[in-house]
């Protein structure tokens, strides 16, 4: 089964979080940054 867009969405901006914690947990401050950008330009 196709899940809808906001469900598909959601699991893209979660996945994101979890990258942007990750990178921030281990001290690659630049790498987190680009991503977090990426994901508040989904969440707009």
Request: charge should be neutral; proline fraction near 2%; charged fraction near 30%.
């Amino acid at each position: 089964m196709i899940d809808n867009p906001e469900e598909q969405l959601q699991r893209v901006v979660n996945r994101l979080r979890k990258v942007v914690e990750d990178y921030s947990a281990q001290r690659q401050f630049e790498s987190a940054a680009f991503w977090g950008d990426k994901l508040l330009s989904l969440n707009r």
